[in-house]
């Protein structure tokens, strides 16, 4: 077993294993996901191995799933998904080829349409075929499947010394029974199963001899799921669509809506939604955002939290949610094997046979040295928000906890530091998490322990904010301890981060405590917290909208001149949306408006040239005229912090804040989008009330009102 990198595979073993099969650029792959299942394609709706697949559990049930007209590909026309996620739709025609009987039948006489969904563990699709000749035909139409029944981590390039029985395929009229019996003792099953008997059935294809008249169709229902179910059809087709819609409408419901004067720019934020909503998942706590497809299709906290903390203003139902299930999995043990402690928040949940078996820590880790204070922060911040107290009631313990084991982890040096308990976890534990992301100015790799510079952020921000709740909850000795922590971590950081001769905070301090003189993005996450003071917030601002940082499409993860800089690397050059977002929230709340608003075009542009859907992270070669962003080739997408991403910015610029403690709506300096006129939020929560807030321009100024019907219900207080 190789050791894996848990928050990347290491592009160059990425980028190999994609070149032994087509290119697979993530921009030109459609996923759909429902529960603990997910299915990535490529435009055509083939699954041809790579990161492709359809999966459930962290296991590929479905390697291979290709279709074949007159035994070739197929042409492609077009590719989409719906507005709401639910259904993927590709748009073949034939290439030139032979019907069954030998008749040449030219290019483009045939249409086929294959629309595909999710629902219960199960993969339905339609396939029909159409035919606009002047000529009868029997048509040969194929699918190419297979299951390979590789762990999520398989998939992504670890190896195994050992894995478990894969049975010889067991066949029927209308279905094939695939089966791999796990070292785990699980027995991991694809049923494949046809709405007609096939003409020809193998262990890998099924051939049908389909005719069709002239001007006239011919559909053919497939689904594969854990098991045989009835024989598919156009009912059981419809009914799961219709459940599959209703379900992904009522997760769009929750919250406040957004609509403005702009009809791209809404398609942005209603795509963006939408991912939101179909990355969220129901689980027994509430709703959680699973972090992203494909190689992140689980609970992390840090992705978690971040995405609640984006969505925050709009839904806080979704922090509840995260809430919940991370206080249900905090660390109540020591296990250098998982890297836990009583008291930490989890990094992240897999239910693979490699993590079932303990090959790798994954199935329950807690290798992540910021989504403990980070998990204080969202709790505090969602506090405020909604002023629910019986929830914060119900964390309290929880809280406490967190922050005993946050205080115990600082006491050696200080500042909040990691160093892996194993050689099976992660090297590097904050949100830059690859080998080479941690780094001094001439390229040495530190020593641990490491104290990440933006951590220490979380943690003055959690501490903070945990005082001010022990004082609504009357435990003043508590407050004024929480107090004291943060102050003091406040001093710290501004006397041992800050660096005189480049104007900027390190990026982290050693083992030994020297700084790592590197002038990267996570100092933007100082400036979301609020801790730097003025004068030195406003020389990292200006240099965080240079152009070492700002590419022109967004904010790079680190300047231009450093030794490791490489805007198609993983951390060190890339632009990820999330970052860029919460550094923009902070320049925001140093008085950078307009500069956020400049932030936000630059990052919609980006998105209308990735087809509405920021990834992950893409490259951060500087914008040129004519030219579009440049693909990260092992992006997610979609990615829910990237997806969040949106929203944060968009908050950032209209300056709203929602106290939930007082029941009132602040907007300071409000300040909209690029080319917009006018931004309506709809059904925005404030306590138990619900309104109407509109934001419009006149002249050069920005006004912000209720709608009619609203006014006097929330107290609006606007200050320009």
Known sequence: ?????????????????????????????????????????????????????????????????????????????????????????????????????????????????????????????????????????????????????????????????????????????????????????????????????????????????????????????????????????????????ARARFGMRAKRRHGATVHSSGRVFNDWVERARADVALLTTELTTGPYPYAGIPWFSTAFGRDGVISALQMLWLNPGLARGVLAFLAQHQATETSPFSDSQPGKIMHETRKGEMAALRELPFGRYYGGVDTTPLYIHLACAYADRTGDMAFVDSLWPSLCAAAEWTEEASRPTGFV????????????????????????????????????????????AAFRGLAALARRRGEGDRADHWDSRAEAMRAAVERHFWLDDLGFYALAIDGAGEPCKVRTSNVGHLLYVGLPEPTRAQMVADQLLSASFHSGWGLRTLADDAVFFNPMSYHNGSIWPHDTAMCGAGLARFGERESVVRLMSSTFESAVHFNMRLPELFCGFTRAPGEAPIAYPVACLPQAWSAGSAFMLMQACLGLEIHGWDGEI??????????????????????????????????DRVVAFLADRHEGLVPLIVRT
């Open 1 to 241: 077993m190789t050791q894996l990198d848990e928050r990347k595979l290491d592009p160059a073993v990425a980028l190999a294993s994609l070149d032994a099969t087509a290119p697979r650029e993530p921009h030109r792959l459609f996923a759909l996901k429902q529960g603990d299942c997910f299915a990535v394609a490529d435009a055509y709706g083939d699954i041809r191995g790579a990161g492709d697949g359809f999966f459930r559990d962290d296991t590929r049930v479905l390697s291979e799933f290709r279709l074949t007209v007159g035994g070739r590909q197929t042409s492609l026309l077009g590719a989409s998904l719906s507005q709401d996620n639910v259904l993927f739709t590709s748009n073949l025609t034939n290439l030139p080829m032979q019907s069954v009987r030998g008749r040449d039948i030219p290019q483009g006489a045939i249409h086929i349409e294959r629309v595909r969904l999710l629902w219960e563990d199960r993969l339905f699709e339609r396939i029909t075929l159409s035919n606009y000749s002047q000529e009868h035909s029997t048509i040969r139409v194929s699918l190419h499947f297979a299951a390979d029944f590789r762990d999520m981590f398989e998939v992504r390039g670890s190896t195994r010394l050992k894995r478990g029985m894969a049975h010889a395929a067991e066949t029927d009229a209308t279905s094939v029974l695939l089966r791999y019996d796990g070292l785990d003792g699980l027995a991991r099953m694809s049923a494949i199963s046809f709405s007609q008997a096939p003409d020809h059935l193998t262990a890998d294809r099924a051939d049908f001899l389909i005719a069709v008249t002239r001007r006239s169709s011919k559909v053919l229902y497939v689904e594969v799921g854990p098991e045989v179910a009835e024989t598919p059809n156009r009912d059981r087709y419809r009914a799961a669509a």
């Open 417 to 460: 530091t990691y160093q892996r308990a194993a050689e099976s976890g992660l090297s590097n534990q904050g949100w830059k998490d690859s080998i080479d992301s941690v780094f001094h100015a001439d390229g040495r790799i530190p020593k641990g322990p490491i104290a990440l510079v933006e951590v220490q952020g979380y943690v003055f």
């Open 666 to 699: 602040h907007v300071t300096r409000p300040r909209l989008p690029i080319g917009i006129d006018m931004l309506t939020l709809r059904h925005l929560g404030v306590g138990t009330k619900a309104v109407d807030l509109t934001f419009q321009r006149v002249g």
